[in-house]
Protein backbone atom coordinates (compact mmCIF):
# COMPACT_ATOMS: atom_id res chain seq x y z
CA UNK A 1 0.00 0.00 0.00
CA UNK A 2 1.52 3.20 -0.65
CA UNK A 3 1.68 6.15 1.80
CA UNK A 4 -0.68 9.04 1.92
CA UNK A 5 -0.13 12.49 2.59
CA UNK A 6 -1.45 14.09 5.47
CA UNK A 7 -1.28 17.38 6.95
CA UNK A 8 -1.33 17.38 11.36
CA UNK A 9 -2.86 20.61 12.78
CA UNK A 10 -2.46 20.68 16.65
CA UNK A 11 0.18 19.19 18.49
CA UNK A 12 -1.01 19.33 21.94
CA UNK A 13 -0.70 16.19 24.12
CA UNK A 14 -3.70 14.29 21.56
CA UNK A 15 -1.20 15.46 18.46
CA UNK A 16 2.04 14.24 20.50
CA UNK A 17 0.23 11.19 20.52
CA UNK A 18 -0.55 10.73 17.55
CA UNK A 19 2.62 11.73 16.00
CA UNK A 20 4.25 8.85 18.24
CA UNK A 21 1.26 6.01 17.19
CA UNK A 22 1.96 6.87 13.46
CA UNK A 23 5.32 5.32 14.38
CA UNK A 24 3.49 1.89 15.24
CA UNK A 25 4.14 -0.78 12.43
CA UNK A 26 0.07 -1.36 13.04
CA UNK A 27 -0.82 2.21 11.54
CA UNK A 28 -1.23 3.46 8.09
CA UNK A 29 1.44 4.02 6.28
CA UNK A 30 1.78 7.76 5.74
CA UNK A 31 4.06 11.09 4.52
CA UNK A 32 3.98 14.11 6.74
CA UNK A 33 3.62 17.10 4.56
CA UNK A 34 2.86 19.66 7.24
CA UNK A 35 2.33 20.09 10.92
CA UNK A 36 0.21 23.48 12.42
CA UNK A 37 -0.04 24.48 16.30
CA UNK A 38 -1.31 28.02 17.26
CA UNK A 39 1.43 30.02 16.40
CA UNK A 40 1.81 29.30 12.60
CA UNK A 41 2.75 26.29 10.37
CA UNK A 42 5.42 24.77 9.06
CA UNK A 43 4.95 22.66 5.23
CA UNK A 44 8.33 20.30 4.44
CA UNK A 45 9.81 20.80 1.14
CA UNK A 46 9.40 16.76 0.93
CA UNK A 47 6.84 15.15 3.08
CA UNK A 48 8.55 13.13 5.79
CA UNK A 49 8.21 9.63 7.07
CA UNK A 50 7.23 9.47 10.69
CA UNK A 51 10.15 7.13 11.31
CA UNK A 52 12.62 9.60 9.56
CA UNK A 53 15.82 11.00 11.19
CA UNK A 54 17.32 14.56 11.65
CA UNK A 55 19.82 16.09 13.90
CA UNK A 56 18.79 16.65 17.73
CA UNK A 57 17.14 19.76 18.67
CA UNK A 58 19.33 21.47 21.05
CA UNK A 59 18.49 22.15 24.82
CA UNK A 60 17.10 25.31 24.18
CA UNK A 61 14.86 24.53 21.06
CA UNK A 62 16.79 27.81 19.76
CA UNK A 63 20.11 27.01 18.76
CA UNK A 64 21.07 24.95 16.37
CA UNK A 65 22.73 21.49 17.60
CA UNK A 66 24.82 19.15 15.87
CA UNK A 67 24.26 16.11 18.26
CA UNK A 68 23.07 12.50 17.02
CA UNK A 69 20.75 11.84 14.48
CA UNK A 70 17.21 10.87 16.01
CA UNK A 71 13.96 10.49 14.80
CA UNK A 72 12.07 14.30 14.02
CA UNK A 73 8.73 13.65 15.67
CA UNK A 74 11.03 13.17 18.90
CA UNK A 75 12.90 16.41 18.70
CA UNK A 76 9.37 18.18 17.90
CA UNK A 77 7.54 16.28 20.65
CA UNK A 78 10.16 17.01 23.39
CA UNK A 79 10.10 20.76 21.86
CA UNK A 80 6.72 21.24 22.28
CA UNK A 81 6.29 19.33 25.39
CA UNK A 82 9.13 21.98 26.88
CA UNK A 83 6.56 24.83 25.60
CA UNK A 84 7.73 25.86 22.93
CA UNK A 85 5.88 27.10 19.74
CA UNK A 86 6.88 26.11 15.93
CA UNK A 87 6.87 29.74 16.02
CA UNK A 88 10.30 30.35 17.75
CA UNK A 89 11.76 26.74 17.41
CA UNK A 90 14.76 26.40 15.65
CA UNK A 91 13.12 24.38 12.84
CA UNK A 92 16.38 24.85 10.61
CA UNK A 93 18.15 23.29 13.45
CA UNK A 94 15.91 20.38 13.67
CA UNK A 95 15.42 19.83 10.01
CA UNK A 96 18.24 21.16 8.30
CA UNK A 97 18.88 24.75 6.34
CA UNK A 98 16.00 25.23 3.55
CA UNK A 99 13.88 22.10 4.16
CA UNK A 100 10.84 23.56 5.63
CA UNK A 101 9.07 27.16 5.06
CA UNK A 102 7.02 28.76 8.20
CA UNK A 103 3.63 30.34 7.92
CA UNK A 104 1.60 32.11 10.25
CA UNK A 105 -1.74 31.12 7.99
CA UNK A 106 -2.58 28.20 8.58
CA UNK A 107 -5.00 27.50 5.92
CA UNK A 108 -2.22 29.01 3.43
CA UNK A 109 0.02 26.84 4.66
CA UNK A 110 -2.64 23.61 4.18
CA UNK A 111 -3.45 24.62 1.01
CA UNK A 112 0.70 24.75 0.06
CA UNK A 113 1.63 21.30 1.19
CA UNK A 114 -1.48 19.78 -0.53
CA UNK A 115 -2.42 17.04 1.59
CA UNK A 116 -4.66 13.99 1.09
CA UNK A 117 -5.71 14.12 4.78
CA UNK A 118 -6.20 17.14 6.81
CA UNK A 119 -5.59 15.45 10.81
CA UNK A 120 -7.66 18.21 12.65
CA UNK A 121 -6.29 18.03 16.44
CA UNK A 122 -6.41 21.89 17.80
CA UNK A 123 -7.44 23.18 20.58
CA UNK A 124 -11.43 22.52 21.12
CA UNK A 125 -13.99 25.85 21.26
CA UNK A 126 -17.27 24.47 21.63
CA UNK A 127 -18.81 28.20 21.35
CA UNK A 128 -17.48 29.34 18.31
CA UNK A 129 -15.89 26.20 16.82
CA UNK A 130 -12.27 27.67 16.95
CA UNK A 131 -9.93 27.67 14.41
CA UNK A 132 -10.66 24.20 13.20
CA UNK A 133 -13.50 24.87 11.22
CA UNK A 134 -11.40 27.17 8.86
CA UNK A 135 -8.67 24.67 8.41
CA UNK A 136 -11.17 22.03 7.46
CA UNK A 137 -12.68 24.08 4.68
CA UNK A 138 -9.18 25.22 3.59
CA UNK A 139 -8.68 21.31 3.01
CA UNK A 140 -12.00 20.26 1.27
CA UNK A 141 -11.02 23.49 -1.03
CA UNK A 142 -7.77 21.07 -2.39
CA UNK A 143 -9.69 18.23 -2.62
CA UNK A 144 -8.58 16.58 1.11
CA UNK A 145 -10.50 14.39 3.20
CA UNK A 146 -11.04 15.75 7.43
CA UNK A 147 -10.22 13.27 10.41
CA UNK A 148 -11.31 15.21 13.41
CA UNK A 149 -10.52 14.94 16.92
CA UNK A 150 -11.32 18.87 18.07
CA UNK A 151 -14.93 18.67 18.72
CA UNK A 152 -15.59 22.22 19.11
CA UNK A 153 -15.75 22.77 15.25
CA UNK A 154 -18.15 19.79 14.49
CA UNK A 155 -20.75 21.10 17.38
CA UNK A 156 -20.76 24.87 16.90
CA UNK A 157 -20.71 24.35 12.70
CA UNK A 158 -21.52 21.20 11.97
CA UNK A 159 -23.90 22.43 8.83
CA UNK A 160 -21.74 24.53 7.64
CA UNK A 161 -18.60 21.68 7.83
CA UNK A 162 -20.74 18.84 6.34
CA UNK A 163 -22.05 21.29 3.72
CA UNK A 164 -18.33 21.95 2.34
CA UNK A 165 -17.85 18.80 2.14
CA UNK A 166 -20.17 17.47 0.50
CA UNK A 167 -19.98 20.36 -1.90
CA UNK A 168 -16.19 19.06 -2.61
CA UNK A 169 -17.07 15.24 -2.13
CA UNK A 170 -14.96 14.77 0.36
CA UNK A 171 -15.37 12.42 3.61
CA UNK A 172 -15.06 13.89 7.23
CA UNK A 173 -14.18 11.43 9.93
CA UNK A 174 -14.84 12.25 13.94
CA UNK A 175 -15.00 8.98 16.02
CA UNK A 176 -12.23 10.76 18.15
CA UNK A 177 -14.43 13.38 18.91
CA UNK A 178 -17.20 11.47 21.20
CA UNK A 179 -15.74 8.71 23.78
CA UNK A 180 -12.01 8.62 23.26
CA UNK A 181 -10.70 5.31 21.82
CA UNK A 182 -14.15 3.66 22.16
CA UNK A 183 -16.16 3.31 18.54
CA UNK A 184 -19.12 5.08 19.57
CA UNK A 185 -19.87 6.77 16.67
CA UNK A 186 -18.89 3.85 14.62
CA UNK A 187 -21.38 1.58 16.83
CA UNK A 188 -23.93 4.17 16.93
CA UNK A 189 -24.82 5.27 13.47
CA UNK A 190 -24.58 1.09 12.65
CA UNK A 191 -27.07 0.35 15.53
CA UNK A 192 -28.78 3.03 14.51
CA UNK A 193 -30.06 1.59 11.39
CA UNK A 194 -33.53 0.84 10.66
CA UNK A 195 -33.32 0.86 14.19
CA UNK A 196 -34.06 4.54 15.42
CA UNK A 197 -32.21 5.24 18.68
CA UNK A 198 -34.98 6.55 21.30
CA UNK A 199 -32.27 7.89 23.87
CA UNK A 200 -29.30 8.17 25.24
CA UNK A 201 -27.31 8.40 28.42
CA UNK A 202 -23.45 8.45 28.69
CA UNK A 203 -21.13 9.36 31.28
CA UNK A 204 -18.64 11.28 28.11
CA UNK A 205 -16.26 13.56 29.87
CA UNK A 206 -13.54 11.23 31.29
CA UNK A 207 -11.76 14.07 33.06
CA UNK A 208 -14.94 14.21 34.96
CA UNK A 209 -15.06 10.64 36.39
CA UNK A 210 -11.58 11.04 37.79
CA UNK A 211 -12.04 13.97 39.71
CA UNK A 212 -14.98 12.65 41.08
CA UNK A 213 -13.48 9.11 41.50
CA UNK A 214 -10.61 11.01 43.68
CA UNK A 215 -12.85 12.92 45.51
CA UNK A 216 -14.65 9.71 46.57
CA UNK A 217 -11.29 8.84 48.48
CA UNK A 218 -11.33 11.93 49.97
CA UNK A 219 -9.18 14.28 47.48
CA UNK A 220 -10.73 17.88 47.36
CA UNK A 221 -11.83 19.55 44.22
CA UNK A 222 -8.54 21.64 43.19
CA UNK A 223 -6.41 19.13 43.76
CA UNK A 224 -8.45 15.82 42.12
CA UNK A 225 -8.45 18.85 38.88
CA UNK A 226 -4.33 19.38 39.21
CA UNK A 227 -3.75 15.72 39.46
CA UNK A 228 -6.22 15.34 36.32
CA UNK A 229 -4.03 18.19 34.47
CA UNK A 230 -0.39 16.31 35.45
CA UNK A 231 -1.93 13.23 34.15
CA UNK A 232 -2.93 15.05 30.54
CA UNK A 233 -6.27 14.44 31.10
CA UNK A 234 -7.43 18.42 31.75
CA UNK A 235 -6.61 21.90 30.17
CA UNK A 236 -4.93 24.41 32.15
CA UNK A 237 -8.70 25.86 31.81
CA UNK A 238 -10.39 22.71 33.25
CA UNK A 239 -13.78 24.61 33.06
CA UNK A 240 -15.54 22.85 29.82
CA UNK A 241 -14.85 19.61 31.96
CA UNK A 242 -16.06 20.57 35.67
CA UNK A 243 -19.46 22.41 33.57
CA UNK A 244 -20.28 20.39 31.42
CA UNK A 245 -19.90 22.04 28.41
CA UNK A 246 -16.72 19.50 26.49
CA UNK A 247 -20.40 16.75 27.84
CA UNK A 248 -22.52 18.66 25.71
CA UNK A 249 -20.63 19.00 23.12
CA UNK A 250 -20.30 15.61 22.50
CA UNK A 251 -23.59 15.44 22.71
CA UNK A 252 -24.38 17.56 19.83
CA UNK A 253 -22.53 15.47 17.98
CA UNK A 254 -24.20 12.25 18.58
CA UNK A 255 -27.78 14.05 18.26
CA UNK A 256 -26.58 14.97 14.60
CA UNK A 257 -24.66 11.83 13.92
CA UNK A 258 -26.85 8.98 15.74
CA UNK A 259 -30.47 10.59 16.28
CA UNK A 260 -30.21 12.75 13.37
CA UNK A 261 -31.41 15.52 15.21
CA UNK A 262 -29.66 18.93 14.80
CA UNK A 263 -28.59 20.65 18.50
CA UNK A 264 -26.96 23.60 20.01
CA UNK A 265 -24.01 23.56 22.45
CA UNK A 266 -26.07 26.58 24.24
CA UNK A 267 -29.86 24.18 24.34
CA UNK A 268 -27.89 21.94 26.71
CA UNK A 269 -29.13 22.22 30.34
CA UNK A 270 -25.90 21.76 32.72
CA UNK A 271 -24.41 21.30 35.94
CA UNK A 272 -21.48 21.83 37.80
CA UNK A 273 -19.49 19.31 39.51
CA UNK A 274 -18.49 22.55 41.06
CA UNK A 275 -21.31 22.07 43.50
CA UNK A 276 -20.54 18.38 44.22
CA UNK A 277 -19.60 18.51 48.44
CA UNK A 278 -17.58 14.96 50.29
CA UNK A 279 -21.26 14.46 51.98
CA UNK A 280 -22.88 14.12 48.98
CA UNK A 281 -20.51 11.78 47.57
CA UNK A 282 -20.46 10.13 50.87
CA UNK A 283 -23.88 9.75 50.89
CA UNK A 284 -24.60 8.59 47.52
CA UNK A 285 -21.94 5.61 48.32
CA UNK A 286 -23.56 4.61 51.20
CA UNK A 287 -26.45 4.14 49.52
CA UNK A 288 -24.64 1.79 47.19
CA UNK A 289 -24.63 5.03 44.44
CA UNK A 290 -22.21 7.21 42.80
CA UNK A 291 -22.73 10.74 41.97
CA UNK A 292 -21.54 10.79 38.15
CA UNK A 293 -22.28 13.56 35.90
CA UNK A 294 -24.58 11.92 33.43
CA UNK A 295 -25.15 13.33 29.54
CA UNK A 296 -28.70 12.16 28.43
CA UNK A 297 -30.33 12.89 24.82
CA UNK A 298 -34.50 12.04 24.51
CA UNK A 299 -36.63 12.17 22.18
CA UNK A 300 -39.71 13.80 22.96
CA UNK A 301 -43.56 13.16 21.52
CA UNK A 302 -42.89 15.51 19.20
CA UNK A 303 -39.65 13.84 18.08
CA UNK A 304 -37.71 17.31 19.10
CA UNK A 305 -34.26 16.65 21.32
CA UNK A 306 -33.74 17.06 25.30
CA UNK A 307 -30.85 17.54 26.14
CA UNK A 308 -28.44 17.70 29.19
CA UNK A 309 -25.72 17.03 31.47
CA UNK A 310 -26.91 16.32 35.23
CA UNK A 311 -25.14 15.18 38.28
CA UNK A 312 -26.93 11.99 39.01
CA UNK A 313 -26.78 9.04 41.52
CA UNK A 314 -26.63 5.66 39.62
CA UNK A 315 -26.27 2.24 41.23
CA UNK A 316 -22.79 0.98 41.57
CA UNK A 317 -24.05 -1.58 39.15
CA UNK A 318 -24.94 0.33 36.24
CA UNK A 319 -22.57 1.15 32.94
CA UNK A 320 -22.83 4.54 33.67
CA UNK A 321 -21.11 3.59 37.32
CA UNK A 322 -17.45 4.71 36.48
CA UNK A 323 -14.15 5.01 38.11
CA UNK A 324 -10.91 5.81 36.96
CA UNK A 325 -11.26 7.91 33.94
CA UNK A 326 -13.68 5.69 32.06
CA UNK A 327 -16.82 6.45 29.64
CA UNK A 328 -20.14 4.82 29.32
CA UNK A 329 -22.69 4.92 26.39
CA UNK A 330 -25.97 3.09 26.47
CA UNK A 331 -28.37 3.67 23.48
CA UNK A 332 -31.83 3.05 23.88
CA UNK A 333 -33.19 1.77 20.83
CA UNK A 334 -36.68 1.12 19.07
CA UNK A 335 -36.56 -2.64 18.50
CA UNK A 336 -33.67 -3.88 19.16
CA UNK A 337 -33.08 -2.77 23.17
CA UNK A 338 -30.28 -1.45 24.72
CA UNK A 339 -26.78 -1.62 23.57
CA UNK A 340 -24.00 -0.37 26.17
CA UNK A 341 -20.64 0.29 25.35
CA UNK A 342 -17.63 0.73 28.67
CA UNK A 343 -13.84 1.83 27.64
CA UNK A 344 -11.43 4.22 28.78
CA UNK A 345 -12.25 8.13 27.47
CA UNK A 346 -9.83 10.15 28.84
CA UNK A 347 -5.91 11.21 27.77
CA UNK A 348 -4.17 11.38 25.15
CA UNK A 349 -3.11 7.95 24.25
CA UNK A 350 -6.72 6.95 24.58
CA UNK A 351 -7.83 9.38 22.39
CA UNK A 352 -5.52 8.60 19.67
CA UNK A 353 -5.85 5.27 18.38
CA UNK A 354 -9.07 6.71 17.49
CA UNK A 355 -7.91 9.30 15.27
CA UNK A 356 -5.04 6.82 13.83
CA UNK A 357 -8.72 4.42 13.22
CA UNK A 358 -10.10 6.97 11.32
CA UNK A 359 -6.93 8.39 9.19
CA UNK A 360 -7.41 3.94 8.51
CA UNK A 361 -10.43 4.10 7.00
CA UNK A 362 -9.59 7.24 4.75
CA UNK A 363 -6.58 6.03 3.85
CA UNK A 364 -8.08 2.96 2.09
CA UNK A 365 -10.11 5.01 -0.02
CA UNK A 366 -7.30 7.21 -0.86
CA UNK A 367 -4.89 3.72 -1.97
CA UNK A 368 -7.16 1.63 -3.80
Not at 101 to 108: I, P, S
Amino acid sequence: MREIRIFIAGLGHVGRAVLALLQESSSPQVLIAGLADSSGAICFNDALSPSSGTLSPSSDALSPSTGPTVLWIAAIAEAKKAGWRLANMDLDGIFGHGQITFHRNVEEAIAIARPQVLVELSSSNTRTGGAAAGHAKAAFAIDADVVFASKGALAADWDAIMAAAQDAGRQVRYSATVGGGMPVIDAGTSFAKANPILSIEAVLNGTSVFVLSMMENGMSLDDAVRSAQQGGMAETDPSADLDGLDAAAKLCILARAVMGCSLEVGKVKRESLRSVTSAGLSAAIASGRRLRAVATLERDIHGCIQAGVKLTEVPFESPLARTGSENAVVFHSRFSGTLSMIGKGAGPMETAPAVIRDLAVLSESWCT
